[in-house]
């Protein structure tokens, strides 16, 4: 027999395109690193599940974007702008009510941001839109020809020393007048000069605004000189920003998908003057399978939760999501069942995500109802989570190799009323594309916590092998060890 040999469960994503050299999901499960001594370096979380607080309604209200003003959450669900508003009962009993604002014509994503008093959101055919509800007129859209046509069309929106700024679709920069977004000045702009490449969107950490560009970078200070007050500040950097909704602040910096002229899309982080890629070369290879248009068109959102601080991207049919706290990259899916009653995995659902009333609260991807990012929910709004997580190949210098006891300790005892019985169950592939048949093992009905996941004779493997354990049932999910029985055999495969 071969001796036991423990096998981390800290690696995260790394599926590459060529699977058997890896092929290790990590998917709606994400690792954490104890900060003391425990009973492995490295565990298996599973991701927080959603349920629902309030609803706009109809499956044509897909959520096109969210932000906070004063504690409010604001969600534009298809073409309505919508304010959530909570009321506690005396008895601590929470009613959430949405109530409408205005109308915003379109269907794609938009840019939010306010000055404490207005809140601006701006389409991408150049429309924009103040809610204010301090003045007599709370939702009106904005109809100075400064702003509408002037410097052309207005795309993105930040706000900074009491103006907002934005990017046009002519190479330009606008401001509008202090803590008024109603009023705009013909020659209140600038251009982008160190590179003349096509402005993408602004953005603005430690108060600093920074415009990036397809190709370029540049910092601003606000020198306060008349007409626009912002100078370039000497901050350039030849990388520039593939996606708009990409573009998130983190920490003191931020990140983005995006390179240089003629490289591919990764995803990158700028805090100082050095940009520094954060993907992996597999996530590169997965960011070159989407087409130009399908990069253009994916969004980052942030949160953190359970010690957790998480930065996603989304793209068509996964989002990659990055653990500041463990710099370890996990994906995310969704299953649906679509008007047919057929389950489809999609990427994450959520469209948007905002923290207010101590919540995570999400918009939705697929109609308008407004959830919860809750870790002690093991659903989404009643779909099962698919969990998966497969490991690095195990080999013996490419000799044939018996894989004698496979030990997965689980937190066991984890049954509830929904499901008493849960299971996790394992499959194993020896060329990392093809899986055997999942055999099951018991996490434990409640209360049964000496429960434990073992798998025997699991077969030969005639180079090497990988492993894939999955868990759909809606019930807590921690991983937190794993130990494989490895004997070297004959040369005859699987």
Same mark, same amino acid.
């Given at each position: 027999?071969?001796?036991?040999?423990?096998?981390?469960?800290? +690696?995260?994503?790394?599926?590459?395109?060529?699977?058997?050299?890896?092929?290790?999901?990590?998917?709606? !499960?994400? /690792? @954490?690193?104890?900060?003391?001594?425990?009973?492995?370096?490295?565990?298996?979380?599973? *991701?927080?599940?959603?349920?629902?607080?309030?609803?706009?309604?109809? /499956?044509?209200?897909?959520?096109? =974007?969210?932000? !906070?003003?004063?504690?409010?959450?604001? &969600?534009? %669900?298809?073409? *309505?702008?919508?304010?959530? +508003?909570? @009321?506690?009962?005396?008895?601590?009993?929470?009613?959430?009510?949405?109530?409408?604002?205005?109308?915003?014509?379109?269907?794609?994503?938009?840019?939010?941001?306010?000055?404490?008093?207005?809140?601006?959101?701006?389409?991408?055919?150049?429309?924009?839109?103040?809610?204010?509800?301090?003045?007599?007129?709370?939702?009106?859209?904005?109809?100075?020809? @400064?702003?509408?046509?002037?410097?052309?069309?207005?795309?993105?929106?930040?706000?900074?020393?009491?103006?907002? !700024?934005?990017?046009?679709?002519?190479?330009?920069?606008?401001?509008?007048?202090?803590?008024?977004?109603?009023?705009?000045?013909?020659?209140?702009?600038?251009?982008?000069? $160190? +590179?003349?490449?096509?402005? !993408?969107?602004?953005?603005?950490?430690?108060?600093?605004?920074?415009?990036?560009?397809?190709?370029?970078?540049?910092?601003?200070?606000?020198?306060?000189?008349?007409?626009?007050?912002?100078?370039?500040?000497?901050?350039?950097?030849?990388?520039?920003? &593939?996606?708009?909704?990409?573009?998130?602040?983190?920490?003191?910096?931020?990140?983005?998908? =995006?390179?240089?002229?003629?490289?591919?899309?990764?995803?990158?982080?700028?805090?100082?003057?050095?940009?520094?890629?954060?993907?992996?070369?597999?996530?590169?290879?997965?960011?070159?399978?989407?087409?130009?248009?399908?990069?253009?068109?994916?969004?980052?959102?942030?949160?953190?939760?359970?010690?957790?601080?998480?930065?996603? &991207?989304?793209?068509?049919?996964?989002?990659?999501?990055?653990?500041?706290?463990?710099?370890?990259?996990?994906?995310?899916?969704?299953?649906?069942?679509?008007?047919?009653?057929?389950?489809?995995?999609?990427?994450?659902?959520?469209?948007?995500?905002?923290? $207010?009333?101590?919540?995570?609260?999400?918009?939705?991807?697929? +109609?308008?109802?407004?959830?919860?990012?809750?870790?002690?929910?093991? %659903?989404?709004?009643? %779909?099962?989570?698919?969990?998966?997580?497969?490991?690095?190949?195990?080999?013996?210098?490419?000799?044939?190799?018996?894989?004698?006891?496979?030990?997965?300790?689980?937190?066991?005892? /984890?049954?509830? @009323?929904?499901?008493?019985?849960?299971?996790?169950?394992?499959?194993?592939?020896?060329?990392?594309?093809?899986?055997?048949?999942?055999?099951?093992?018991?996490?434990?009905?409640?209360?049964?916590?000496?429960?434990?996941?073992?798998?025997?004779?699991?077969?030969?493997?005639?180079?090497?092998?990988?492993?894939?354990?999955? &868990?759909?049932?809606?019930?807590?999910?921690?991983?937190?060890?794993?130990?494989?029985?490895?004997?070297?055999?004959?040369?005859?495969?699987?």
């Amino acid at each position: 027999m071969g001796q036991p040999v423990p096998v981390s469960l800290g +690696d995260g994503y790394y599926v590459s395109d060529s699977l058997p050299l890896s092929n290790q999901r990590c998917l709606n !499960v994400y /690792v @954490d690193i104890p900060q003391t001594a425990t009973l492995s370096e490295a565990v298996l979380k599973g *991701t927080a599940g959603l349920t629902q607080i309030a609803t706009s309604g109809a /499956v044509n209200q897909i959520n096109r =974007g969210s932000h !906070v003003k004063d504690g409010k959450p604001y &969600f534009l %669900n298809g073409e *309505t702008l919508y304010r959530l +508003d909570r @009321d506690i009962a005396s008895d601590g009993t929470e009613t959430f009510t949405m109530g409408a604002l205005g109308t915003i014509p379109g269907t794609t994503r938009c840019s939010f941001s306010d000055n404490g008093t207005q809140l601006i959101i701006l389409t991408t055919t150049g429309a924009g839109y103040i809610v204010n509800e301090a003045a007599g007129t709370v939702f009106q859209q904005i109809t100075d020809v @400064d702003f509408t046509t002037t410097n052309g069309s207005p795309q993105y929106v930040v706000y900074v020393d009491s103006f907002f !700024v934005v990017t046009t679709d002519t190479k330009r920069v606008i401001k509008s007048s202090a803590n008024d977004g109603l009023a705009w000045s013909a020659l209140d702009f600038t251009t982008a000069a $160190a +590179d003349p490449d096509a402005i !993408v969107a602004p953005i603005v950490v430690k108060n600093k605004l920074t415009i990036t560009g397809k190709e370029t970078i540049e910092g601003f200070d606000n020198l306060g000189l008349s007409g626009f007050p912002f100078q370039r500040n000497g901050l350039f950097v030849q990388k520039g920003c &593939f996606a708009p909704h990409s573009l998130i602040n983190v920490n003191d910096g931020f990140m983005f998908i =995006g390179g240089a002229v003629d490289e591919s899309p990764a995803v990158w982080t700028l805090n100082g003057a050095t940009p520094q890629k954060i993907s992996t070369t597999a996530i590169d290879a997965k960011l070159q399978t989407f087409t130009q248009d399908e990069i253009l068109a994916s969004f980052a959102i942030s949160y953190a939760q359970a010690g957790g601080y998480f930065v996603e &991207f989304s793209l068509p049919l996964i989002t990659l999501v990055y653990d500041m706290i463990t710099q370890v990259w996990h994906e995310k899916e969704s299953q649906i069942i679509d008007s047919k009653g057929l389950t489809k995995n999609l990427r994450h659902r959520v469209n948007s995500l905002v923290t $207010a009333y101590g919540r995570v609260l999400c918009g939705d991807s697929q +109609d308008g109802r407004i959830g919860e990012l809750s870790t002690s929910v093991y %659903n989404e709004y009643g %779909n099962p989570i698919l969990r998966a997580f497969s490991l690095q190949p195990f080999a013996d210098m490419g000799t044939a190799i018996s894989l004698n006891n496979v030990e997965l300790t689980m937190e066991s005892g /984890v049954g509830n @009323d929904v499901q008493p019985n849960p299971e996790i169950r394992l499959s194993a592939s020896s060329d990392g594309k093809n899986f055997n048949d999942p055999i099951p093992a018991p996490l434990g009905k409640i209360g049964e916590y000496d429960v434990r996941q073992n798998w025997r004779r699991l077969g030969r493997f005639s180079r090497f092998g990988i492993l894939l354990f999955e &868990f759909s049932d809606p019930n807590k999910f921690r991983a937190l060890k794993l130990r494989m029985n490895i004997k070297q055999g004959s040369q005859r495969g699987r």
